[in-house]
């Protein structure tokens, strides 16, 4: 079983609809959670970060973090046609040495 | 603002050659991870360094080997190529946040290796 898991879709919605994507993790000592925006070619870029449990928003993007379900969330709302993309969570423990990632899920968003 | 470079953004090699990829790092940045993602898969992590030393060790194969000099950029150095080592090296750095250590990474664009 991967330490990270994440659907890898694709996931297709329309323009303007609220996306939801999810990863889960069996690593109880991960401390910090990152999502990861990715265009076809380019290198990861970062978009969310959060330390330990709660939510963070930050425009049209909402991370949350659950703890105890071992679960993260990013939501996008009103989606845009740029924002088609895969989407990769990650997170690392205490230390930071060492980021794994989830297989990423593709996103669609169609005008 | 300044990001991670990766050199070089292309390179092919044949099988069996060696190759050297190049790293710099955010300034300031004191951490280097290398990530390889094959064709359709999410970057798996391969080694990093903190001020010079190797911090952690993932997947990396006995022919590659990696090092993190005094002005904080890092090469990557993979012998005996093979056709399987064709991928996207990805670089990314991060640095100390006020409170200690932020963990979060910022990636170079990648350099893409291919084998023939």
Redesign the interface.
Known sequence: QKEVEQDPGPLSVPEGAIVSLNCTYSNSAFQ?F?W?RQYS??????LM?TYSSGNKEDGRFTAQVDKSSKYISLFIRDSQPSDSATY?C?M?DT??????????TRLFVKA | AAG?IQSPRHLIKEKRETATLKCYPIPRHD?V?WYQQGPG???Q?LI?F?EKMQ??K?SIPDRFSAQQFSDYHSELNMSSLELGDSA?Y?C?S?GKGRTG??????????T?LTVV
């Open positions: 910090y990152m990861y070619r380019k290198g990861p870029e970062l970060y990769l990650a690392s230390g930071g040495f060492k980021t794994i990632f989830g297989a990423g | 991670v951490t991870y898969q999410d970057p992590f990093s903190y911090s952690d993932g996207l990805f990314a991060s250590r932020d963990t979060e990474a910022f990636f170079g664009q990648g893409r």
